[in-house]
């Protein structure tokens, strides 16, 4: 051998070597990170505290964990969520928690989350009120929905150079007719019910008219009661917070211009601080911490671990499993609902001795059919077997949502809970036109009329079309008869409430279709009655994650930033984009047949 290559023989080991070694590192500082973590003791809460309540980006029902890949592609920048529980389960604890004085406010972090969720946590906080102890809150700026949350409380600041943006309630989608007439490419859709609007997308270049008169209504309902929430915490007149809303430049013009003055002029605030200004109000409100630097606190992340390490353990347990995502067939991705999954966890619980009650937490606006079934089948044995099943609302519960939610002894939704949508759908596309333009032909033989038939390359046959649509009427027959079931509602009076059409929550309960108006502690708690238990453990089962899973997740959340960033409107509409067609390609029903609603809850 030369000694070239016994040089490249000697590089090959030691390349080899250090390979190894980083390696055996790596693993050492896994090893090392999962023993601190477990380790590492409950943080203790400190007397006479304020609970900082500091929402980071989305508030979710349930973590997901951030794609690996995805990390990669978005420049390494975590997707800040919030779960709702815990932020829930601290307010109620402090509220008979004589070591905390107060609640602070920080929606700086908060991003887009849905008006249910806030109004859900808005009743904890004024519940939290109802003890005599106040809440706090400031913003460099407001957001919608940064200040609906932050409203509830007693003192509102803002930054001098901050604002308060109120514009109510929309939806606009896009329509890609026109680009697909262009392409050539045509998109059969078979459906039942006239507000069913899912597809309308790709056979229209605009709102149908059946959209358009349900949407008002239901963005109008919504807006009604997010307009008078705020306007009684604020104590303001509704016309004057309207004005706010539908004159602001007028509001502005008042105010010469400056954005913080015109939202306290207007009541929306009482007073304009600076980060340093606001700390020192809140030292002599609640005290200095032990270096003087800042007021005494406790993040809700730290206070809700420190009461939960505290909590004894009871025998008897109401398990809680969340329904977050569209609806798929198969196994959990993250970011669906997999229909085997949850079923598997439906399952678990019903045969675990110690689960008493079961409560389906659910936030999905539908998707497969298939799996829909899949999972009101197992909520149904469960029932059989005599443990209750109780199903609880979250932003969004409708189409397929609803479907699964039929499952359940009772159903529970908030007044700003997206229901119903009790309709079916089928669309399938073809792109014969546009393989044709580009020169591509497709040939074969089959010995059956159907056989491939659902290949996109060629026209759709008229038996295939015709084959589709009666499976669709049977599936909306279907629905209507297991809606029916549930409800005890004949089917005749099921029909005229569902045709694929949304309702609010508290609509919904008018309508028969939701037995109660409350949140998702009020649902346990209905779980616990029809159980006939008194001390039970509130258990949120999540589905199983592999330790390097949970660790990637815990290095993120270390490294999530204190705020989150605020994205630009072009981002929002490339996101959008990529949401939609990733939504897409999810859907995997075996019959390609879905129970899903265009509906996103504001």
Same mark, same amino acid.
């Given at each position: 051998?030369?000694?070239?290559?016994?040089?490249?023989?000697?590089?090959?080991?030691?390349?080899?070597?250090?390979?190894?070694?980083?390696?055996?590192?790596?693993?050492?500082?896994?090893?090392?990170?999962?023993?601190?973590?477990?380790?590492?003791?409950?943080?203790?809460?400190?007397?006479?505290?304020?609970?900082?309540?500091?929402?980071?980006?989305?508030?979710?029902?349930?973590?997901?964990?951030?794609?690996?890949?995805?990390?990669?592609?978005?420049?390494?920048?975590?997707?800040?969520?919030?779960?709702?529980?815990?932020?829930?389960?601290?307010?109620?604890?402090?509220?008979?928690?004589?070591?905390?004085?107060?609640?602070?406010?920080?929606?700086?972090?908060?991003?887009?989350?849905?008006?249910?969720?806030?109004?859900?946590?808005?009743?904890?906080?004024?519940?939290?009120?109802?003890?005599?102890?106040?809440?706090?809150?400031?913003?460099?700026?407001?957001?919608?929905?940064?200040?609906?949350?932050?409203?509830?409380?007693?003192?509102?600041?803002?930054?001098?150079?901050?604002?308060?943006?109120?514009?109510?309630?929309?939806?606009?989608?896009?329509?890609?007719?026109?680009?697909?007439?262009?392409?050539?490419?045509?998109?059969?859709?078979?459906?039942?019910?006239?507000?069913?609007?899912?597809?309308?997308?790709?056979?229209?270049?605009?709102?149908?008219?059946?959209?358009?008169?349900?949407?008002?209504?239901?963005?109008?309902?919504?807006?009604?009661?997010?307009?008078?929430?705020?306007?009684?915490?604020?104590?303001?007149?509704?016309?004057?917070?309207?004005?706010?809303?539908? &004159?602001?430049?007028? =509001?502005?013009? /008042?105010?010469?211009? !400056?954005?913080?003055? $015109? *939202?306290?002029?207007? #009541?929306? @605030?009482?007073?304009?601080?600076?980060?340093?200004?606001?700390?020192?109000?809140?030292?002599?409100?609640?005290?200095?911490?032990?270096?003087?630097?800042?007021?005494?606190?406790?993040?809700?992340?730290?206070?809700?671990?420190?009461?939960?390490?505290?909590?004894?353990?009871?025998?008897?347990?109401?398990?809680?499993?969340?329904?977050?995502?569209?609806?798929?067939?198969?196994?959990? &991705?993250?970011?669906? =609902?997999?229909? /085997?999954?949850?079923? !598997?966890?439906?399952? $678990? *619980?019903?045969?675990? #001795?110690? @689960?008493?009650?079961?409560?389906?937490?659910?936030?999905?606006?539908?998707?497969?059919?298939?799996?829909?079934?899949?999972?009101?089948?197992?909520?149904?044995?469960?029932?059989?077997?005599?443990?209750?099943?109780?199903?609880?609302?979250?932003?969004?519960?409708?189409?397929?949502?609803?479907?699964?939610?039929?499952?359940?002894?009772?159903?529970?939704?908030?007044?700003?809970?997206?229901?119903?949508?009790?309709?079916?759908?089928?669309?399938?596309?073809?792109?014969?036109?546009?393989?044709?333009?580009? #020169?591509?032909?497709?040939?074969?033989?089959?010995?059956?009329?159907?056989?491939?038939?659902?290949?996109?390359?060629?026209?759709?046959?008229?038996?295939?079309?015709?084959?589709?649509?009666?499976?669709?009427?049977?599936?909306?027959?279907?629905?209507?008869?297991?809606?029916?079931?549930?409800?005890?509602?004949?089917?005749?009076?099921?029909?005229?409430?569902?045709?694929?059409?949304?309702?609010?929550?508290?609509?919904?309960?008018?309508?028969?279709?939701?037995?109660?108006?409350?949140?998702?502690?009020?649902?346990?708690?209905?779980?616990?009655?029809?159980?006939?238990?008194?001390?039970?453990?509130?258990?949120?089962?999540?589905?199983?994650?592999?330790?390097?899973?949970?660790?990637?997740?815990?290095?993120?959340?270390?490294?999530?930033?204190?705020?989150?960033?605020?994205?630009?409107?072009?981002?929002?509409?490339?996101?959008?984009?990529?949401?939609?067609?990733?939504?897409?390609?999810?859907?995997?029903?075996?019959?390609?047949?879905?129970?899903?609603?265009?509906?996103?809850?504001?």
């Amino acid at each position: 051998m030369g000694s070239v290559g016994r040089f490249l023989a000697g590089l090959g080991r030691a390349i080899d070597l250090v390979r190894r070694v980083l390696i055996n590192l790596v693993f050492v500082a896994i090893v090392a990170v999962i023993v601190v973590v477990a380790l590492r003791p409950a943080p203790g809460v400190p007397d006479g505290a304020a609970l900082l309540v500091r929402p980071m980006g989305t508030i979710v029902e349930q973590m997901t964990l951030d794609d690996p890949l995805g990390l990669v592609r978005s420049g390494g920048v975590p997707v800040a969520r919030t779960p709702l529980r815990d932020l829930l389960e601290a307010i109620q604890a402090a509220r008979e928690d004589s070591r905390i004085k107060a609640i602070v406010i920080d929606t700086d972090g908060m991003g887009s989350s849905g008006l249910s969720k806030l109004a859900e946590l808005r009743d904890a906080l004024v519940a939290f009120k109802t003890t005599g102890k106040p809440v706090f809150a400031r913003g460099e700026r407001f957001t919608q929905a940064q200040y609906y949350l932050a409203s509830v409380a007693d003192v509102v600041h803002v930054a001098p150079d901050g604002f308060v943006l109120l514009t109510g309630l929309a939806r606009y989608s896009n329509y890609y007719k026109g680009a697909l007439d262009k392409l050539g490419v045509k998109v059969h859709v078979f459906r039942v019910g006239e507000y069913k609007s899912f597809a309308e997308p790709f056979t229209r270049s605009d709102m149908s008219d059946e959209d358009r008169a349900a949407t008002r209504d239901l963005l109008q309902g919504l807006w009604d009661g997010m307009r008078s929430g705020v306007a009684g915490s604020r104590k303001l007149a509704p016309e004057k917070l309207e004005r706010y809303v539908s &004159d602001y430049p007028g =509001v502005l013009a /008042d105010a010469a211009g !400056d954005p913080a003055k $015109a *939202a306290q002029d207007s #009541g929306l @605030v009482d007073g304009m601080s600076q980060r340093d200004e606001w700390r020192d109000m809140l030292k002599s409100r609640v005290g200095s911490a032990d270096d003087g630097k800042d007021y005494r606190h406790i993040e809700a992340s730290d206070y809700i671990a420190a009461v939960r390490a505290a909590r004894p353990h009871e025998s008897d347990r109401i398990a809680v499993l969340v329904a977050q995502g569209a609806i798929v067939d198969g196994g959990n &991705d993250g970011e669906s =609902v997999g229909g /085997d999954s949850l079923a !598997d966890e439906i399952r $678990a *619980a019903r045969e675990d #001795g110690h @689960v008493k009650a079961v409560v389906l937490r659910i936030d999905s606006p539908g998707g497969s059919a298939w799996a829909s079934e899949v999972i009101r089948r197992e909520l149904e044995l469960t029932r059989r077997a005599g443990k209750p099943v109780v199903a609880s609302m979250s932003s969004v519960a409708a189409s397929g949502g609803y479907w699964v939610a039929a499952g359940a002894d009772e159903i529970w939704a908030r007044p700003e809970t997206l229901t119903g949508s009790i309709g079916v759908f089928a669309l399938f596309p073809e792109l014969a036109e546009p393989l044709d333009k580009l #020169g591509v032909t497709t040939d074969g033989v089959s010995t059956g009329p159907l056989a491939g038939a659902l290949d996109p390359r060629r026209p759709l046959d008229p038996g295939l079309a015709k084959a589709i649509q009666l499976g669709v009427d049977h599936s909306y027959q279907r629905f209507l008869q297991t809606v029916s079931n549930a409800r005890s509602m004949p089917v005749a009076d099921v029909d005229p409430i569902a045709r694929g059409r949304v309702w609010t929550g508290e609509t919904a309960s008018k309508l028969g279709l939701v037995d109660h108006l409350g949140g998702v502690d009020g649902a346990i708690a209905s779980a616990a009655k029809r159980a006939g238990i008194e001390h039970y453990e509130t258990v949120w089962q999540t589905p199983e994650i592999h330790p390097l899973q949970l660790l990637m997740r815990r290095l993120i959340d270390a490294a999530m930033p204190a705020s989150a960033a605020v994205d630009s409107p072009l981002q929002r509409v490339f996101s959008g984009l990529r949401a939609e067609a990733a939504e897409l390609l999810r859907w995997n029903d075996p019959q390609h047949i879905y129970l899903h609603c265009l509906c996103e809850a504001p």
